[in-house]
């Protein structure tokens, strides 16, 4: 079965850092583009950052560059999304989703498949 | 850079068809392809129309997209009880460089 599979729900401390993951299985993980989505509490969904994992090419929203990093292992079929610095307005769900199908260009892309989510809690 | 613009809400009784309405610009909708998504209460996002008109298999077609200038549309035919959630349209913007999500609409089935 296709499917991504995200890390478990976390509560941290503003200030502490964090790194959550999104592991694929089913298909070529280090073939598809796969991404993060934010969904704050009773809010629509933003586009965070998306990153292949062949070779580590990654974009970020404007919004998120220099608050998170996104990376991947290739070897271990996972992506991740870290923060160093949490705040409390972090607090929220993160959503992994991979590529669903191949385009020709990366403005093509749909995101097909979604993990579970990841529920973010940062909290003094 | 301008976020697509949905209504917040919209509604039918079962049967009835249902269209969703998403303003964007020039930079994303009016020269990108638009993608639909469905999240129904307590779930994930699916994907449910890709490239402004295509379904996923799997996918009713009951369900349909459309796009002219610088606006899609979702129209859902004949619609039932599961078919409640929130729908969120989605564009490559060319000055963000990166995707944006309309606001989403919750549908209800009264």
């Known amino acids: 079965e296709v499917q991504l599979v995200q890390s478990g729900a976390e509560v941290k401390k503003p200030g502490e850092s964090l790194k959550i993951s999104c592991t694929g299985s089913g298909y070529k993980f280090s073939g598809y583009w796969i991404g993060w989505v934010r969904q704050m509490p009773g809010k629509g969904l933003e586009w965070v950052a998306i990153?292949?994992?062949?070779?580590?090419?990654?974009r970020y929203s404007p919004a998120f560059e220099g608050h998170v990093t996104i990376s991947a292992d290739k070897s271990i079929s996972t992506a991740y999304l870290e923060w160093s610095s949490l705040k409390a307005s972090d607090t929220a769900i993160y959503y992994c989703?991979?590529?669903?199908?191949?385009?020709?260009?990366?403005?093509?892309?749909?995101?097909?498949?979604w993990g579970q989510g990841t529920l973010v809690t940062v909290s003094s | 850079q301008s976020v697509p613009t949905q209504p917040p809400s919209a509604s039918g009784t079962p049967g009835q068809r249902v269209t969703i309405s998403c303003s964007g610009s020039?930079?994303?909708?009016?020269?990108?392809?638009v993608n639909w998504y469905q999240q129904l209460p307590g779930t994930a996002p699916k994907l449910l129309m890709y490239?402004?008109?295509y379904r996923p298999s799997g996918v009713p077609d009951r369900f349909s997209g459309s796009k002219s200038g610088t606006s899609a549309s979702l129209a859902i035919s004949g619609l039932q009880s599961e078919d409640e959630a929130d729908y969120y349209c989605?564009?490559?913007?060319?000055?963000?460089?990166?995707?944006?999500f309309g606001g989403g609409t919750k549908v209800t089935v009264l």
């Open positions: 989605s564009s490559w913007d060319d000055s963000l460089d990166g995707w944006v």
């Open positions: 490239r402004d008109i």
């Open positions: 989703a991979r590529q669903g199908r191949t385009v020709p260009t990366l403005r093509t892309l749909d995101f097909g498949l």
């Open positions: 990153i292949y994992p062949d070779d580590s090419d990654n």
């Open positions: 020039s930079s994303n909708i009016g020269s990108n392809t």
